[in-house]
């Protein structure tokens, strides 16, 4: 039996706000759109938002994301909550899309916009702390920590900038790390700030009751604080986009590297949000999903 292809103008891989804005632009310049991914699996999802610009108190994210999804779909576009396989440039300038059902989506225009995972420490406490002390967002979560004791752990610059900016808001900053792998300047800053340095070490669990109490370091040392912010690097969903031949950022090939209209070195395919790189922020997510949408939307009607 042979597998059911259906035609699209535009795909979107990725139903978090970059996804979902971009569908909503490209909806309402009459394309057929295609939206996928689980909703549950956007960053939003665990996020409680009060950055961002007009929403003055603090909002959930994952109703965010079902209102997001509620516009989406009255611009015309269509859901697949499901995770997207395989992908290929097809000779005709088009593009396959492989999901878990076996459908496949063939389109003239992409928009990849699959977020980041956040490499984990894998420690005790680490999952039971999520959001009552534990972060893998300075930008998103600093503010809560006010006059606080907070730790940094990472190697790279993520951790060794995220510590410098904690310092203007938390009394106390650790940054806890085996070798700090970062250039000279912010090395130099690190060294000359009050930041507690614990080079060397390594975190071994997170403690605490309600929230964290505690770090403990691999020599069993044990640390007071009130929140850890792990920084281990952030790595792109980039495998698929790689499929394609989309450039990703030369230095360490985290980011998908786009150009103002968030088009890609491949003509007809966008990216969108998390997945080009910090800050990783919904307002950020949000107007460059405008932009790939509307791009998008272009493109596939001129072909
Ligand atoms: C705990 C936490 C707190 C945060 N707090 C804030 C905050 O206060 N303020 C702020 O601005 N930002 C905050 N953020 C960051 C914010 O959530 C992200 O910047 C934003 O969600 C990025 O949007 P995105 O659409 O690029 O990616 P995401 O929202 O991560 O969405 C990625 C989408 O891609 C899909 N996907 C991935 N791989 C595949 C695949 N193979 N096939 C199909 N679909 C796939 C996923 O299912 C998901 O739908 C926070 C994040 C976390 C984790």
Redesign the pocket.
Same mark, same amino acid.
């Given at each position: 039996m042979s597998k059911e292809t259906i035609d699209y103008d535009i795909v979107i *891989? #990725? %139903? #978090?706000? $970059? #996804? +979902?804005q971009a569908a909503l632009h490209a909806g309402r310049r009459k394309t057929k759109v295609a939206v996928?991914?689980?909703?549950k699996?956007?960053?939003?999802s665990?996020?409680?938002?009060?950055?961002?610009c007009c929403m003055d108190n603090q909002v959930l994210?994952h109703e965010m994301l079902e209102q997001g999804k509620k516009q989406a779909l009255r611009s015309g576009a269509v859901f697949y909550e499901? !995770? =997207?396989?395989d992908i290929k440039n097809d000779d005709d300038g088009h593009f396959s899309v492989f999901m878990e059902s076996e459908k496949i989506l063939k389109t003239k225009a992409l928009i990849l %916009?699959? #977020? *980041?995972s956040?490499n984990r420490l894998n420690v005790s406490g680490e999952k039971d702390f999520?959001?009552k002390g534990v972060?893998?967002?300075v !930008?998103? !979560?600093g503010g809560f920590f006010k006059g606080r004791t907070i730790a940094v752990v990472g190697n790279e610059s993520a951790a060794a900038s995220g510590a410098m900016t904690l310092l203007l808001i938390a009394d106390k900053v650790h940054l806890i790390y085996q070798d700090l792998l970062v250039n000279d300047s912010l090395k130099n800053q690190v060294e000359q700030s009050d930041i507690i340095t614990h080079p060397g070490r390594w975190v071994k669990a997170i403690e605490g009751k309600d929230g964290v109490e505690r770090v403990i370091l691999e020599n069993g040392e044990s640390i007071d604080v009130d929140g850890i912010f792990i920084e281990l690097g952030a790595k792109g $969903?980039l495998e +698929?986009a790689s499929k394609l031949g989309v450039t990703l950022d030369p230095e360490n090939f985290k980011y998908i590297i786009t150009d103002k209209k968030q088009g890609t070195n491949i003509p007809g395919v966008y990216a $969108?949000? !998390? *997945?080009c790189g910090p800050p990783?922020? =919904? $307002?950020?997510?949000v107007g460059e999903?405008c932009i790939a949408g509307l791009e998008a939307a272009a493109y596939a009607k001129k072909r």
């Open positions: *891989i #990725g %139903s #978090g706000p $970059a #996804g +979902l996928l991914g689980k909703l699996n956007s960053s939003l665990r996020a409680h938002l009060e950055n961002y994210g499901e !995770d =997207v396989l %916009s699959m #977020g *980041i956040r999520l959001g972060s893998y967002c !930008d998103c !979560d $969903a +698929l $969108a949000g !998390d *997945i990783w922020q =919904v $307002a950020k997510a999903g």
